[in-house]
């Protein structure tokens, strides 16, 4: 039984190499140029316009004595650099060659710089031979933090090392074999020397516990096989220092024999490096690392003998790292034009308003100026002295000024959106251009009427300038007001406009309001446009009855006048005056004033629940009356005439047809004589 102080895993090597290359970590190389390979070029240089892609093509050929294998690229490289198809494993022979393309593709103008990788498996193969102590203690878990046994830890290691060996795929493979120890003549080749990974695994798999530890002789029996071979590397997984095997041999004797072998000794052992009893053995143990050019690991856990493994593999790789240095530019046009936006506010259509441009190129390339990019496609805005414009190549930092006006031929908001993509490599160079056509135009309703109550009177509202089709006027929206008790709107307006020339067909009154004696109506006209090539015609007439009214005359005034959005803007000459003929229809007004209108006196106030009024009439001689029913606006519901006998009279009005209100009734005498009595319906 072997003196437990946890497992050691000892890998020795020996590879001769001839390696000129700026140094790497791990054995590997970094260079541009070697004994193996050559690169034709060993460096590219890209410069180039914005937006172009370029490509060049990279030579590599093997220089060398032997076949090179796994040659490989880059797979991806830093934009705006690519590969255009990487190598991933290409095998070379003798004085062969192969090539790889790189492209520089920037999308902006810039200088960037980067480096191509080529990696080479230029080292000749090795023998390997993995050396496992089998004692019974390797039975034992890795330690009290990992209860995984020795053993299992030992073959999984060496499992994964055989994977990371024959990873890669080479034209002369390395050969591997496995070898066990423990105690006195138990050295076994277990698989002698063989590049079938296969049988390697399945004989790593077939170790079995025996008694004892003879370290000293495992070794220097595995360096005596590995003497005869090129490149020799011995692997061997022990847990105890050296026990029970007499003085066959001895520490100094087995690293004497590994030195004699030309062999390196890479020792891991699963120990704890802490433990003060175990300080011997370490020491041993990194007596025949170093005194042979190898290296000591030590572990007390399966992550930790992985990790040792992996940093041995490491080490036996000799992977060559070639760089091959990049540089590009890519120029390009970035024509600029400010301001970026131009708002020239309102202008009178005739007029104009003009502001200064400037057209700069500030990339680092001429870039071509074009009309289309500088001329509006609205013809509403223009370039003051187009021929005078500065077109053609601009070279960088070069520049030149216009003049770009608005001219207004139409109303409302004019919009220019213009785009200059002079390069891909920028953002486009947009101009915004902005402007407001107006117009004012004048009406006119000042007529001036007189005529009697139940009289239609037509009230003129005439345009006094002419409207052009193309001011796209699709709406007209007025309002009238006039005194309440003197008109009434019978009716809707009524068109005297020639109907070919104006197609606002659609004419109503949507809205009526009123205050104590005031009237106010709402209109509007609506169609597909308004058109009057000519001035001073008549855009409609208003047409309203006259009331039986409490005023003798009254104006009529546009309150307000609104063509489509406010534009043309309009200016008003008003107003219109309504009068009552005085000679004949003075007596036959209601009341005085309107505000008695809306005071019942309610000495004549007759409520009722039915659908009849009765009125009562005391009539001191026989006389013919006429009996009417008005409303708050004067306006007549019913009229009829009655007889009236000496004494009290009954006249029956019917209700059915009056919504709930105020209302007049009027009692007229044959003698002339007025009585007036307010009602009100509920």
Same mark, same amino acid.
């Given at each position: 039984?072997?003196?437990?102080?946890?497992?050691?895993?000892?890998?020795?090597?020996?590879?001769?190499?001839?390696?000129?290359?700026?140094?790497?970590?791990?054995? +590997?190389?970094?260079?541009?140029?070697?004994?193996?390979?050559?690169?034709?070029?060993?460096?590219?240089?890209?410069?180039?316009?914005?937006?172009?892609?370029?490509?060049?093509?990279?030579?590599?050929?093997?220089?060398?004595?032997?076949?090179?294998?796994?040659?490989?690229?880059?797979?991806?490289?830093?934009?705006?650099?690519?590969?255009?198809?990487?190598?991933?494993?290409?095998?070379?022979?003798?004085?062969?060659?192969?090539?790889?393309?790189?492209?520089?593709?920037?999308?902006?103008?810039?200088?960037?710089?980067?480096?191509?990788?080529?990696?080479?498996?230029?080292?000749?193969?090795?023998?390997?031979?993995?050396?496992?102590?089998?004692?019974?203690?390797?039975?034992?878990?890795?330690?009290?933090?990992?209860?995984?046994?020795?053993?299992?830890?030992?073959?999984?290691?060496?499992?994964?090392?055989?994977?990371?060996?024959?990873?890669?795929?080479?034209?002369?493979?390395?050969?591997?074999?496995?070898?066990?120890?423990?105690?006195?003549? +138990?050295?076994?080749?277990?698989?002698?020397?063989?590049?079938?990974?296969?049988?390697?695994?399945?004989?790593?798999?077939?170790?079995?516990?025996?008694?004892?530890?003879?370290?000293?002789?495992?070794?220097?029996?595995?360096?005596?096989?590995?003497?005869?071979?090129?490149?020799?590397?011995?692997?061997?997984?022990?847990?105890?220092?050296?026990?029970?095997?007499?003085?066959?041999?001895?520490?100094?004797?087995?690293?004497?024999?590994?030195?004699?072998?030309?062999?390196?000794?890479?020792?891991?052992?699963?120990?704890?490096?802490?433990?003060?009893?175990?300080?011997?053995?370490?020491?041993?143990?990194?007596?025949?690392?170093?005194?042979?050019?190898?290296?000591?690991?030590?572990?007390?856990?399966?992550?930790?003998?992985?990790?040792?493994?992996?940093?041995?593999?490491?080490?036996?790789?000799?992977?060559?790292?070639?760089?091959?240095?990049?540089?590009?530019?890519?120029?390009?046009?970035?024509?600029?034009?400010?301001?970026?936006?131009?708002?020239?506010?309102?202008?009178?259509?005739?007029?104009?308003?003009?502001?200064?441009?400037?057209?700069?190129?500030?990339?680092?390339?001429?870039?071509?100026?074009?009309?289309?990019?500088?001329?509006?496609?609205?013809?509403?805005?223009?370039?003051?002295?187009?021929?005078?414009?500065?077109?053609?190549?601009?070279?960088?930092?070069?520049?030149?000024?216009?003049?770009?006006?608005?001219?207004?031929?139409?109303?409302?908001?004019?919009?220019?959106?213009?785009?200059?993509?002079?390069?891909?490599?920028?953002?486009?160079?947009?101009?915004?251009?902005?402007?407001?056509?107006?117009?004012?135009?004048?009406?006119?309703?000042?007529?001036?009427?007189?005529?009697?109550?139940?009289?239609?009177?037509?009230?003129?509202?005439?345009?006094?300038?002419?409207?052009?089709?193309?001011?796209?006027?699709?709406?007209?929206?007025?309002?009238?007001?006039?005194?309440?008790?003197?008109?009434?709107?019978?009716?809707?307006?009524?068109?005297?406009?020639?109907?070919?020339?104006n197609t606002l067909s659609t004419i109503r009154l949507y809205s009526t309001r009123f205050s104590t004696d005031t009237m106010f109506v709402d209109y509007l006209l609506k169609g597909t446009s308004l058109l009057q090539p000519t001035p001073d015609s008549t855009l409609l007439n208003l047409q309203y009855k006259m009331l039986s009214p409490s005023v003798m005359q009254s104006q009529l005034t546009l309150t307000n006048i609104q063509f489509a959005d406010g534009n043309p803007k309009v200016g008003i000459i008003q107003p219109a005056i309504v009068r009552v003929d005085p000679t004949c229809f003075q007596d036959k007004r209601l009341f005085?004033?309107?505000?008695?209108?809306?005071?019942?006196?309610?000495?004549?106030?007759?409520?009722?629940?039915?659908?009849?009024?009765?009125?009562?009439?005391?009539? +001191?001689?026989?006389?013919?009356?006429?009996?009417?029913?008005?409303?708050?606006?004067?306006?007549?519901?019913?009229?009829?005439?009655?007889?009236?006998?000496?004494?009290?009279?009954?006249?029956?009005?019917?209700?059915?047809t009056l919504t709930p209100g105020s209302y007049y009734v009027t009692i007229l005498h044959t003698s002339g004589t007025v009585l007036t009595v307010p009602i009100t319906v509920y």
């Open positions: 039984m072997a003196t437990r102080f946890t497992g050691i895993f000892i890998a020795v090597m020996s590879i001769a190499l001839s390696v000129q290359a700026i140094a790497g970590g791990n054995n +590997t190389g970094v260079s541009t140029q070697s004994t193996w390979l050559t690169f034709s070029p060993d460096s590219l240089v890209f410069d180039t316009t914005c937006g172009v892609r370029v490509c060049k093509t990279v030579t590599i050929k093997n220089i060398s004595p032997k076949i090179i294998d796994n040659i490989r690229t880059d797979s991806t490289l830093q934009k705006p650099f690519n590969i255009n198809g990487s190598i991933k494993s290409k095998t070379l022979g003798v004085s062969e060659s192969t090539s790889v393309s790189v492209c520089f593709d920037a999308t902006k103008p810039l200088f960037a710089q980067d480096t191509l990788h080529v990696f080479a498996d230029v080292r000749d193969p090795f023998n390997l031979a993995m050396l496992f102590d089998v004692s019974n203690s390797m039975g034992d878990p890795v330690s009290n933090k990992d209860k995984t046994t020795r053993l299992t830890a030992a073959k999984s290691a060496g499992n994964k090392f055989l994977d990371a060996i024959y990873k890669s795929v080479r034209t002369t493979p390395d050969t591997c074999a496995v070898f066990s120890f423990a105690g006195t003549n +138990t050295f076994t080749v277990n698989r002698d020397f063989t590049t079938n990974k296969q049988l390697l695994s399945t004989s790593i798999a077939s170790l079995i516990l025996h008694n004892g530890t003879c370290l000293y002789n495992g070794v220097s029996l595995s360096s005596k096989r590995l003497a005869v071979r090129k490149n020799p590397v011995l692997v061997v997984l022990s847990d105890g220092a050296n026990n029970g095997c007499g003085a066959v041999d001895t520490e100094n004797s087995c690293i004497q024999d590994a030195i004699n072998a030309g062999v390196k000794v890479y020792v891991i052992g699963i120990v704890d490096i802490t433990d003060r009893n175990e300080q011997s053995y370490i020491s041993i143990l990194r007596n025949i690392a170093t005194k042979t050019g190898g290296k000591l690991y030590t572990a007390v856990t399966t992550a930790e003998i992985d990790a040792a493994y992996a940093d041995i593999i490491a080490r036996l790789g000799a992977e060559e790292e070639f760089i091959i240095p990049m540089s590009g530019k890519a120029s390009g046009a970035n024509i600029k034009i400010t301001p970026a936006s131009i708002a020239f506010d309102s202008v009178k259509i005739g007029d104009e308003r003009c502001a200064t441009v400037t057209v700069k190129n500030m990339g680092t390339a001429a870039g071509n100026v074009t009309p289309d990019m500088l001329i509006p496609a609205n013809n509403n805005f223009v370039i003051a002295n187009q021929s005078e414009l500065q077109l053609g190549l601009l070279q960088p930092d070069s520049s030149f000024s216009y003049q770009v006006c608005f001219r207004p031929t139409r109303l409302r908001t004019h919009l220019w959106n213009g785009s200059q993509i002079l390069n891909p490599c920028y953002t486009a160079s947009q101009q915004m251009l902005q402007g407001v056509g107006y117009d004012s135009i004048v009406v006119r309703m000042n007529t001036d009427v007189t005529a009697k109550p139940s009289d239609f009177l037509p009230i003129p509202i005439q345009l006094l300038n002419a409207v052009p089709q193309e001011y796209g006027v699709d709406s007209v929206r007025f309002t009238v007001a006039y005194n309440s008790t003197l008109l009434d709107t019978a009716t809707v307006p009524v068109s005297t406009y020639n109907a070919s020339a005085g004033t309107a505000s008695l209108r809306l005071s019942p006196q309610t000495s004549y106030l007759v409520q009722s629940q039915t659908p009849t009024l009765s009125i009562d009439y005391t009539a +001191t001689t026989l006389t013919e009356a006429t009996v009417s029913l008005y409303n708050l606006l004067g306006k007549n519901i019913q009229t009829t005439t009655e007889v009236f006998e000496v004494g009290t009279n009954t006249k029956h009005l019917s209700l059915h």
